[in-house]
């Protein structure tokens, strides 16, 4: 059973809605990550986030707010969305690690998305 | 330039049978970490296996073993003795130096590779 978990794992939005992607990781890892995953493309890093900072925004469009209250929780808020924004999103966590250790990031199931 | 390679789109393989899954990776750091992910159909990305730059044995965990050869910058993954649930995606990543990365950790991916184990 993951320690991460995302909801909700299926959604539908209208260009116009406004919703909510929630993460919660149960590791006691300090860094979380959102990915985006399109069909036939590699897994895309959107944001990351240090102890509750936000060290990393991978030029992605301002339609996609992340927050970060608490190191166990990761939101991803959507608004007027494109078609385009349909994909498969992952959150992850991770301890920080060093560039020699074995940590690695523990994925949640997903979240997938369809906008119309 | 694309810094995980994954050549083949597909592949199929017997049940019972070994599989080689390629990966080739581009970097000048000295220091990185390569990693490879598998994603069933259910969509989560399970960790399978880690190799560090300066790793002098190859990785090995159960059925699943890395072939690194680190002056061909590859990192193959050998899957011994396939089973019908090892149909899935494959993801091959790698982590560089945090310092080229500005101090965040962040995992580059390869395209994957999709496996079909037959009976």
């Known amino acids: 059973e993951t320690g991460v978990t995302q909801t909700p794992r299926h959604l539908v939005m209208g260009m116009t809605n406004k919703k909510s992607l929630k993460c919660e990781q149960h590791l006691g890892h300090n860094a979380m990550y959102w990915y985006k995953q399109s069909a036939k493309k590699p897994l895309e890093l959107m944001f990351v986030?240090?102890?509750?900072?936000?060290?990393e925004n991978n030029s992605v469009p301002s339609r996609f707010s992340p927050e970060c209250p608490n190191s166990s929780h990761l939101f991803l808020h959507l608004h007027t969305l494109q078609p385009e924004d349909s994909a498969l999103y992952l959150c992850a966590s991770s301890h920080q690690s060093t560039s020699e250790s074995r940590e690695t990031q523990y994925f949640g199931p997903g979240t997938r998305l369809l906008v119309l | 330039a694309q810094k995980i390679t994954q050549t083949q789109p597909g592949m199929f393989v017997q049940e019972k049978e070994a599989v080689t899954l390629d990966c080739t990776y581009d970097t000048s750091d000295q220091s990185y970490g390569l990693f490879w992910y598998k994603q069933p159909s259910s969509g989560e990305m399970i960790f399978l296996i880690y190799?560090?730059?300066?790793?002098?044995q190859n990785a090995t965990e159960g059925r699943y073993s890395l072939n690194f050869q680190k002056a061909r910058k590859s990192a193959n993954l050998v899957i011994s003795a396939s089973q019908l649930g090892d149909s899935a995606m494959y993801f091959c990543a790698m982590r560089e130096s945090l310092y080229t990365q500005g101090g965040s950790e962040k995992l580059v991916f390869g395209k994957g590779t999709k496996l079909t184990v037959n009976p």
């Open positions: 986030y240090n102890f509750k900072e936000q060290t």
């Open positions: 190799q560090g730059s300066y790793d002098e």
